[in-house]
């Protein structure tokens, strides 16, 4: 279990993390999702104690991290596949750390085994593909047979067949009763693999609920109407509570009024109908509204930015 | 979920171990501190090969004024040794910060003190065994070849085994300062320029002067030292110069500044 409370990170007068609290339960993947710059890094390695909080906690089984002399056991971890010194093979570096952490060395052919990695295990790092890094990564989170397991943007560089074996590796671990903290900026990565969802924008939290709470925001009825009769029917929904955008010559998308009801509402007014389509928004849609006005790098951002300053020059 | 049965913490002795693999698994650690002593001892022959063709011709005087104690470990010699071990002792730091090992290690090992100890110890060891391999084998080539002019000293002549120890303590004194120096710069490149600009080529400049002051900073570092002082087998009595306990505290302090450094800097610092 992962605890983080009103967590809180400020590096100068960037606030990375702003009071962030959210709970992390065994037995569930959980997947941490924000757009880039969102704080998921930040906020993973204050839990592993690597950077110290501005203010807030955050404890891994009801203690601070940075008191364990024996981190392996408790937490397994991949940050950044390049954590690793290239000079040295994978055997070797998993051989220093199981020892550090008084494991037996049977530990490092066993892990080493799991990732697929057995065949290079004296293979200079260095010449490691990234794929292969991120493997070996994922070897060093298993090496302590840990009961919380974070990993960081894991399928990166992983091919097809990798990134189906990572998902299933991840499932595995929670259905044996392990905390398994995920985090991706790509919510269809987290689609099929993770069941419960921590999702933040600009260092702050927007959801921690289920994968199906989280898909029925997104799903907010929203219905796409063609009428010949726009302005008619905008007004009328209008009135009803919903919020109306226009779409092309004939087209309404209408949110917060069922289809049902809109179709009721016309025939009340006698006004014709030539299409009424409820859309169920995906995850990913889902995601990207909520986190629209978080984004931190948004392409669109600078083109605004520079329209106004157009029209200012025009002025 | 596997069971696994060793001890629920991790010791010293296995952080020591985890270092020691650490150190040894990088191929450079084999070949700097291999070839390195190989060189040091090829130079001893060089130079003491030198004095033997020239031992005929030296005035008497000049035979009177020789210190055999400089063809085993001349300046230059203590030099590369200062260097190649300041660097050593700096890279264990910095090449962890440089390739983002540190993060692993300190993820792996939440206790910083207890790796930053296991890593002083493990330096400091090899590297005081690499030190006295360098300075038995420097001095056995010297005086094998001396000894053919009767020119050699014997171990028990005054100054003789404490020029030997400083010889030796010369590698561990820098690779410690060196780790100091690396934790608190951790960019590899700086990092070495700075120790072998604080460790050799600031000290190599200082000259006794008329200014005390001068002559008493200059007494604070430990190749000063070691070249002006304890390498002697007759150091001078000159209040310009460093006085043997003086030299001795410098040679202490400056592993331990480096060590204490390494553990305040490492404790401290976001990685």
Same mark, same amino acid.
């Given at each position: @279990?992962?605890?983080?409370?009103?967590?809180?990170?400020?590096?100068?007068?960037?606030?990375?993390?702003?009071?962030?609290?959210?709970?992390?339960?065994?037995?569930?993947?959980?997947?941490? *999702?924000?757009?880039?710059?969102?704080?998921?890094?930040?906020?993973?390695? @204050?839990?592993?104690?690597?950077?110290?909080?501005?203010?807030?906690?955050?404890?891994?089984?009801?203690?601070?991290?940075?008191?364990?002399?024996?981190? *392996?056991?408790?937490?397994?971890?991949? &940050?950044?596949?390049?954590?690793?010194?290239?000079?040295?093979?994978?055997?070797?570096?998993?051989?220093? +750390?199981?020892?550090?952490?008084?494991?037996?060395?049977?530990?490092?052919?066993?892990? &080493?085994?799991?990732?697929?990695?057995?065949?290079?295990?004296?293979?200079?790092?260095?010449?490691?593909?990234?794929? @292969?890094?991120?493997?070996?990564?994922?070897?060093? %989170?298993? +090496?302590?047979?840990?009961?919380?397991?974070?990993?960081?943007?894991?399928?990166?560089?992983?091919?097809?067949?990798?990134?189906?074996?990572?998902?299933?590796?991840?499932?595995?671990?929670?259905?044996?009763?392990?905390?398994?903290?995920?985090?991706?900026?790509? @919510?269809?990565?987290?689609?099929?693999?993770?069941?419960?969802?921590?999702?933040?924008?600009?260092?702050?939290?927007?959801?921690?609920?289920?994968?199906?709470?989280?898909?029925?925001?997104?799903?907010?009825?929203?219905?796409?109407?063609?009428?010949?009769?726009?302005?008619?029917? %905008?007004?009328? &929904?209008? &009135?009803?509570?919903?919020?109306?955008?226009?779409?092309?010559?004939?087209? *309404?998308?209408?949110?917060? *009024?069922?289809?049902?009801?809109?179709?009721?509402?016309?025939?009340?007014?006698?006004?014709?109908?030539?299409?009424?389509?409820?859309?169920?928004?995906?995850?990913?849609?889902?995601?990207?509204?909520?986190?629209?006005?978080?984004?931190?790098?948004?392409?669109?951002?600078?083109?605004?930015?520079?329209?106004?300053?157009?029209?200012?020059?025009?002025? | 979920?596997?069971?696994?049965?060793?001890?629920?913490?991790?010791?010293?002795?296995?952080?020591?171990?985890?270092?020691?693999?650490?150190?040894?698994?990088?191929? $450079?650690?084999?070949?700097?501190?291999?070839?390195?002593?190989?060189?040091?001892?090829?130079?001893?022959?060089?130079?003491?090969?030198?004095?033997?063709?020239?031992?005929? !011709?030296?005035?008497?005087?000049?035979?009177?004024?020789?210190?055999?104690?400089?063809?085993?470990? =001349?300046?230059?010699?203590?030099?590369?040794?200062?260097?190649?071990?300041?660097?050593?002792? !700096?890279?264990?730091?910095?090449?962890?910060?440089?390739?983002?090992?540190?993060?692993?290690?300190?993820?792996?090992?939440?206790?910083?003190?207890?790796?930053?100890?296991?890593?002083?110890?493990?330096?400091?060891?090899?590297?005081? !065994?690499?030190?006295?391999?360098?300075?038995?084998?420097?001095?056995?080539?010297?005086?094998?070849?001396? $000894?053919?002019?009767?020119?050699?000293? =014997?171990?028990?002549?005054?100054?003789?085994?404490?020029?030997?120890?400083?010889?030796?303590?010369?590698?561990?004194?820098?690779?410690?300062?060196?780790?100091?120096?690396?934790?608190?710069?951790?960019?590899?490149?700086?990092?070495?320029?700075?120790?072998?600009?604080?460790?050799?080529?600031?000290?190599?400049?200082?000259?006794?002067?008329?200014?005390?002051?001068?002559?008493?900073?200059?007494?604070?570092?430990?190749?000063?030292?070691?070249?002006?002082?304890? $390498?002697?087998?007759?150091?001078?009595?000159?209040?310009?110069?460093?006085?043997?306990?003086? $030299?001795?505290?410098?040679?202490?302090?400056?592993?331990?500044?480096? !060590?204490?450094?390494?553990?305040?800097?490492?404790?401290?610092?976001?990685?």
């Amino acid at each position: @279990m992962i605890e983080v409370n009103g967590l809180t990170k400020r590096y100068g007068d960037v606030l990375a993390v702003h009071d962030l609290t959210f709970t992390v339960r065994p037995g569930h993947v959980t997947g941490f *999702l924000g757009p880039n710059g969102a704080g998921k890094s930040t906020t993973l390695r @204050m839990i592993l104690g690597l950077h110290e909080p501005t203010s807030g906690s955050a404890t891994v089984d009801g203690q601070p991290y940075r008191r364990r002399s024996a981190g *392996l056991r408790h937490v397994g971890a991949l &940050l950044d596949a390049d954590d690793v010194h290239g000079g040295r093979s994978a055997a070797a570096h998993l051989s220093a +750390l199981a020892r550090s952490n008084g494991l037996p060395r049977r530990r490092v052919d066993e892990v &080493l085994r799991e990732v697929g990695l057995a065949g290079v295990a004296r293979r200079r790092v260095g010449g490691f593909s990234l794929g @292969m890094r991120q493997r070996l990564g994922i070897a060093t %989170a298993l +090496l302590g047979d840990p009961p919380v397991l974070l990993f960081d943007e894991p399928v990166n560089g992983l091919d097809p067949e990798g990134v189906r074996w990572v998902r299933g590796l991840f499932q595995r671990l929670a259905a044996e009763g392990r905390t398994v903290l995920v985090s991706s900026h790509l @919510m269809s990565e987290m689609e099929n693999t993770a069941d419960r969802l921590v999702v933040i924008g600009r260092g702050e939290l927007i959801a921690d609920e289920s994968v199906a709470e989280f898909a029925a925001r997104g799903a907010r009825t929203r219905v796409t109407v063609r009428t010949p009769d726009t302005a008619e029917l %905008a007004s009328v &929904l209008t &009135l009803a509570g919903a919020s109306v955008c226009p779409e092309g010559d004939d087209g *309404l998308t209408v949110t917060g *009024l069922s289809a049902a009801r809109i179709g009721a509402l016309a025939h009340e007014r006698r006004i014709v109908l030539h299409e009424l389509a409820p859309r169920t928004a995906s995850l990913e849609e889902a995601f990207m509204e909520l986190t629209a006005d978080s984004a931190d790098y948004r392409a669109d951002y600078r083109a605004d930015h520079q329209a106004d300053y157009r029209a200012e020059a025009r002025r | 979920m596997i069971a696994l049965t060793a001890t629920p913490h991790a010791r010293l002795r296995d952080l020591l171990a985890a270092e020691w693999i650490k150190l040894w698994s990088l191929r $450079s650690t084999a070949w700097l501190l291999g070839v390195g002593t190989l060189v040091m001892i090829g130079l001893a022959a060089q130079k003491s090969i030198d004095t033997y063709n020239s031992w005929p !011709a030296f005035p008497p005087r000049e035979k009177a004024m020789h210190n055999p104690m400089t063809d085993a470990l =001349s300046g230059l010699t203590a030099a590369f040794l200062v260097m190649g071990a300041g660097s050593v002792g !700096a890279l264990t730091i910095a090449g962890e910060y440089a390739s983002g090992l540190i993060r692993t290690t300190f993820a792996a090992v939440p206790a910083r003190h207890r790796v930053v100890a296991a890593k002083v110890c493990v330096v400091a060891g090899v590297m005081l !065994a690499t030190g006295t391999v360098i300075a038995v084998a420097t001095f056995g080539v010297s005086q094998a070849i001396l $000894s053919g002019r009767d020119a050699g000293v =014997s171990i028990g002549d005054p100054g003789v085994l404490r020029a030997l120890t400083a010889n030796a303590l010369l590698a561990p004194v820098s690779a410690l300062a060196g780790m100091g120096i690396g934790a608190l710069l951790r960019h590899t490149a700086a990092t070495i320029v700075t120790v072998i600009a604080v460790l050799v080529v600031l000290p190599t400049a200082f000259k006794p002067t008329v200014h005390q002051w001068a002559n008493e900073l200059y007494a604070l570092f430990p190749f000063y030292v070691w070249r002006n002082c304890l $390498s002697l087998t007759h150091p001078r009595v000159d209040p310009a110069l460093p006085t043997v306990t003086g $030299s001795w505290i410098v040679f202490a302090l400056w592993p331990l500044a480096g !060590a204490l450094l390494t553990l305040i800097v490492l404790r401290r610092r976001d990685v």
